[in-house]
């Protein structure tokens, strides 16, 4: 059955590969939303990696566009950040919670981040969640309403970074904008 698109800006991605990659995996995406409640797990953890994946272009960008810098970050932070290795998805949560890069998004987010890793991190069919009162069966874990949280928490930390975090005018984006599941 279709599924409800938006499309959302990629202006916020400085390497091509990884957006080319965003670009394809968000079609996944798409393709997994439509089969259904069936591949809900798939689903959440298909937005996991997408979400660290775009996130971790802000600090690519702050590593390596130190000519072209990154808007909204100040130029202190953005030095700071440059030296750092970030590269797992709790760091980049942490870090972007130390320099208040989405501090706009609410001062829930770092914990609906977090929360959305652990679901990411369940991909080990034989580990345990570690998320307070959500059950061992996964059927039951990645249910419906939590498919939805993740859909909206993908849109809504997609749409920020490219509105917070673009690529200056001109330069823009060079792949092309991701097309991603609204509901």
């Known amino acids: 059955m279709p599924v409800k698109t938006i499309e ?3 202006n ?5 590969k990884v957006g080319d990659n965003l670009v394809y995996n968000s079609s996944l995406l798409c393709k997994l939303a439509e089969a259904g409640s069936v591949y809900n797990k798939l689903i959440v953890v298909q937005i996991g990696s997408i ?11 702050a590593r390596s566009f130190t000519r072209e810098g990154v808007p909204n970050i100040l130029e202190a932070d953005r030095a700071e950040i440059e030296k750092k290795t970030v590269e797992k998805f709790a760091v ?6 130390k320099y208040k890069l989405l501090d706009d998004l609410g001062a829930d987010v770092y914990d609906e ?3 959305l890793r652990k679901y990411r991190n369940k991909v080990h069919i034989q580990a ?9 069966d996964e059927e039951k874990a990645y249910s419906d309403i939590v498919r939805s949280w993740a859909f909206g928490l993908n849109v809504k930390i997609l749409e920020f970074l490219g509105k917070k975090y673009p690529r200056p005018e001109g330069l823009g984006s060079f792949v092309q904008n991701l097309t991603v599941p609204s509901c």
């Open 128 to 136: 345990e969640f570690d998320i307070a009162s959500v059950p061992r």
């Open 92 to 97: 980049i949560i942490d870090v972007s919670k």
């Open 8 to 10: 959302i800006q990629s």
């Open 51 to 61: 979400i660290e994946a775009a996130l971790s272009q802000i600090f690519y960008r």
């Open 113 to 115: 981040l977090h929360k």
């Open 12 to 16: 916020f991605i400085g390497d091509f």
